[in-house]
T-cell receptor, first 115, second 114 residues
């Protein structure tokens, strides 16, 4: 089946504008993760959804960041009043419970540039 | 909190040679998972190899193998018969238990030279 998809692939915005990044996980995967990769850095965890449980928001860097997951499938990461330091690649991943449930499958990412 | 350290920001290797990428981690947990991911210029994160901490045998996937030293909290990746397509960023990652967020190292940029 299809892998994890993300849109848009690239997003350029002006400082102070809001942006929405979309993630379509693999069908049937119960867990969904958002990570941020800044230039030259590893991936930094942002937020994590597992089934119907309350999301783990412990990685969100500020209250300008929020995410939701509708119907246990598609997720949207919203960044309000973007700042230049928000420029990064935002990666989404999904996984499922089961014998191989600990493998996370990643999307191609959204490169966000804040001017 | 768990941490993952990759002490080699960049490495290079001649085609067909063998290279080892280092990774150490810090945790107080006894059961966990370790991963190596490859990220080529396309940005797509690709799982290379995984190791369950309760397994003593080192994982192997074709030309890729690991040296897992649990007591030393070390998890190195060996790439044999390096190919030009192996050129990429390599990230070591730790997972505390199934279906929880990964903790990544800062990565090692590997260049395979013809």
């Amino acid at each position: 089946g299809a892998g994890v998809s993300q849109s848009p692939s690239n997003k350029v915005t002006e400082k102070g504008k809001d942006v929405e990044l979309r993630c379509d996980p693999i069908s049937g995967h119960t867990a969904l993760y958002w990570y941020r990769q800044s230039l030259g850095q590893g991936l930094e965890f942002l937020i994590y959804f597992q089934g119907n449980s309350a999301p783990d928001k412990s990685g969100l860097p500020s209250d300008r960041f929020s995410a939701e997951r509708t119907g246990g499938s598609v997720s949207t990461l919203t960044i309000q009043r973007t700042q230049q330091e928000d420029s990064a690649v935002y990666l989404c991943a999904s996984s499922s419970r089961g014998p191989l449930g600990d493998e996370q499958f990643f999307g191609p990412g959204t490169r966000l540039t804040v001017l | 909190a768990q941490t993952v350290t990759q002490s080699q920001p960049e490495m290079s290797v001649q085609e067909a040679e063998t290279v080892t990428l280092s990774c150490t981690y810090d945790t107080s947990e006894n059961n966990y998972y370790l991963f190596w991911y490859k990220q080529p210029p396309s940005r797509q994160m690709i799982l290379v190899i995984r190791q369950e901490a309760y397994k003593q045998q080192n994982a192997t996937e074709n030309r890729f193998s690991v040296n897992f030293q649990k007591a030393a909290k070390s998890f190195s990746l060996k790439i044999s018969d390096s190919q030009l397509g192996d050129t990429a960023m390599y990230f070591c990652a730790f997972m505390n238990s199934g279906n929880t967020p990964l903790v990544f190292g800062k990565g090692t940029r590997l260049s395979v030279i013809a």
